[in-house]
Each structure stands twice: as C-alpha cells, then as structure tokens.
DNA sequence: ATGATATGAAAAATCGATTTTTTACTATGG
DNA sequence: CCATAGTAAAAAATCGATTTTTCATATCAT
C-alpha cells in the first residue's frame, strides 16, 4: 500500500490536538470555566477520551486544573508574557547558535523548503491556520539540530504559550511584513552560519513579536 | 478550625502522586510496558483515574504513551542524562543569578530553614524518601525568587527527569559528603550574594551529581 | 519450509450509568 | 439586615461493562 500515517490515532489523541488548536487560537475566552458537557456535544465524543485530553493538557500548561472543580482556560497575564517571551528569546537564542553548529546539508535543503512552504503560505490569503503551521514548522526546523532534545520541547512548549497570546493580537499588516522578511534574512544568515548575526536578528524577531503580542493582554484600565 | 491542605484531593491526583513518586525511584523497569490492570489492582483504583493520572505522567514526561498500545517506561539513555545535565546547569545557574538578585530577608530565612531540615534529614538514616523531599525542597527554594514561573517549571521538570537517573545509581557515602557539604557552602554564598562564586559551585554541583548518575545508564559492552 | 492469512486471547480505549462533591438558592434565627 | 444552615440542582469524578484494536499462535496454500 502506498505510506501513510503511522499513528494509529485514539478518541482522545484527536481531541487533544484539536483542543490545543482551538484554546492557542483563542475560541475559549481567557479565564473561562469548561464546561465538560458542552464540550462532549461540541465536539462529539464520549466523556472519558474527553477528560484524558483535558488531563494532558493541564499537565502541558495550556488549561489550569482545580481537584474537584474541573478545568480553566488560564488568563492572559502582562507578567506571563513578558516571562514566556523572555525565555523564548533566552532559549531560541542558545539553540540557535548549537544549529548552526551542528546543521547538515540536509538541515539546509530542509530549511530552504520550509521557508519555501511559509512564502507560499503567506501569499495564499484566507489560510491562516495553514500559515500558523508553516510558520511552527520553519521555526522548529530552524532549531531542530541543536542537539538537545529537552531544549526542543521547551522550546515548543514556550512557542505554544507564546502563541495563544500572539493570535489574540489585532493583525498589523506593516509589522507583519517586517517579520516575515526576518524570516528570509535567518534563512541567510543560517546558511552563512553568522553566529552572531543570526542570533541577534532571531531575538529581534522575537522582540518584535512580544510587542504585537503585547496588545492581548488584559489592560488595567488607568485610574487617572 | 485549624489549617489544613486547602485542596481536597482527587482518586487521579493522588494517584498521579504516588506514581510519579515510584517512577522516579525507580520501582518500574527502564523500558518496561505498563500492564493497567496490574497497576489497578496495586493501587487499589478504578480505570479512569489511573488512566487520567498516566495520562498526565506522559504529557509530563515521565511516561511514554503510543496510541493503541498503552504506556511504557521511558528507557536509561546515556544522551538523555548528558542533555538533562547540561540543561540543569545552564537554567539553575541563570535561575540562581536572578535568584541571589531578587531574594528577599524572607527568602534568606526560608533558605536557612530549607538547609536545616536537609540536615536534619540526612542524620535520620533510613528515611530516604524523607530526605529526598527536604533536598528537593531546598533546590527549590534557591531559585524560588528568581522571577521566571516557567523557569522555575522547567528546572523541576529536568530534576525529576535526572533524579530517575540519580537514584538508580549506586550509594557513595564519599560523595555524598560532599554534595552535602556543597549545600551549606551554597547557602553561605547566597547570603553574601557572591554571584560568581554561587553559580559556580551549583554548576559544580550539578556536574558532580552527573557523575554520580551516570552509572544508572545502561553500558553498551565493548566489542573488544 | 515459507509467507500470508485467519483466529482467539489479551489489552487498550471508550461508553453509559452511578456516586460524590460543589454550587446556587432559600429559609431561618440572631 | 446579616449570617448561617439546610436543600436541591449541577457538575466533577469514578465505576463497571462494552467495544475496538493489538498481539501471539495456529492454519493453510504455495
């Protein structure tokens, strides 16, 4: 037979993944109670592949859990942001300098094509659920080969918290551009292997992407 | 009335305890597939709250989980420890600089609290799981203040992941003395804020404890 | 023999119903 | 009027049984 998914895929590993999509995009309002009868109609399964998705991601970080009274969607917190995006600048910046040390010729030709897939992406208006997963893929692919398979998870796991933020943020087409032309000069640098350079210009990409992030959070609205 | 544990507890939650206790000691097989109903009956639960409770343990890292076949124990790989370690020492030493910036004479008294009753724990022989929690509770309150929720998450991820490894390996009264002479050491030079001093010692200590963990992998026999 | 296929036992995943706990509401006494 | 205890409804957690998938073994055709 022709290749196909390896995975075997269970009730509850489908509903995580779709729960994940749905509480990164934001369909549940910060601070929100689940309701778990709602959302066994909503989306259709049975109360046990339910609660094992809604486990997994508590212990992921994308819900809050309480003994005895059920699952949240955590709030939107300046603080939070400001820790997440500060790490992730920390983190990505170390693993970044090891890819470049590290990465192939393989590395390289793959790099090259997801930058391919996300420019493609971009132009294809309207997808923006496929963009948000080109842009994942050409991150991740960017850092892949640096070697520590624990820095990757954190990585992603940052990524994912960052981005529930981030898709909250009112679209800003001038930064938008900005960003995505960040992503053709790290494709250059990568390939020059400028350490420096590279590394540099990823934390101001991630920079710039906190500040649009930014504008999700909740105001405390100014007493004066 | 008097002050009690605020949460009441779940069948899942306790049982999330009390697994990811036996996991990191070792009780399980490195590599070994877990049998549900031999786990049910040993601890004396029904199938939901233990399959949320490994549910968890997997999101979490401490348990391998494959779709359609259940869960298995994560396997003894000698990279794993080295990328464990490494991490370790980079995010406790950038966590203890914030640390020994940020802290308070709150902080210093919980920390001296925290030393003695390691202290006190490492006198009582045979309470080893009693020690083991004081020692986790000091690396803990080290870097407590050090500002960063999901750097703090992070280090006690990776402890736990290392100490799967650390207490599999064989005892060594040797160095054993030192690491906890290195403690007191560590609690003197955090209240005198020496920085340097204080990040090179626990990066010392680290790599010391790495040595000793490293015998819990398993050998690939020489050819020869 | 060999490899493919069928078969039954074991294990994993899921369902539907029950039990327990929380929450919201109401009544009652201070 | 406030606080407090009682009560019913709702929600969370758990149980027991059923369904689905995997795994090991046996069977059959080549």
Not at 20 to 32: P, W, Y
Not at 107 to 135: I, S, V, Y
Not at 148 to 154: A, E, M, Q
């Amino acid at each position: 037979m022709g290749a196909e998914a390896s995975t075997a895929s269970t009730a509850a590993s489908q509903l995580y993944v779709a729960l994940k999509r749905d509480l990164i995009n934001g369909r549940f309002t910060a601070g929100q109670k689940l309701a778990i009868t709602t959302l066994k109609q909503h989306y259709q399964v049975g109360l046990s592949p339910l609660r094992e998705a809604l486990n997994r991601l508590a212990a992921y970080g994308l819900l809050e859990q309480e003994n005895q009274r059920g699952f949240r969607v955590p709030a939107l917190e300046r603080a939070e942001l400001d820790d997440i995006a500060d790490l992730r600048s920390r983190f990505e910046g170390q693993a970044l300098e090891q890819a470049l040390e590290n990465g192939g010729d393989e590395w390289e030709a793959g790099l090259l094509a997801a930058f391919h897939r996300l420019k493609r992406a971009d132009e294809a208006p309207g997808q923006l659920d496929h963009w948000e997963q080109m842009h994942l893929q050409f991150h991740r692919h960017l850092l892949e080969p640096c070697g520590s398979p624990w820095l990757v998870r954190f990585i992603e796991q940052l990524h994912d918290q960052f981005d529930r933020y981030r898709r909250m943020a009112p679209a800003n087409d001038t930064v938008r551009a900005i960003l995505n032309e960040q992503h053709g000069r790290l494709v250059d640098l990568a390939l020059e292997r400028d350490i420096t350079a590279a590394r540099t210009l990823l934390e101001e990409h991630i920079r710039l992407s906190y500040e649009v992030a930014q504008s999700a959070c909740h105001e405390e609205v100014a007493k004066a």
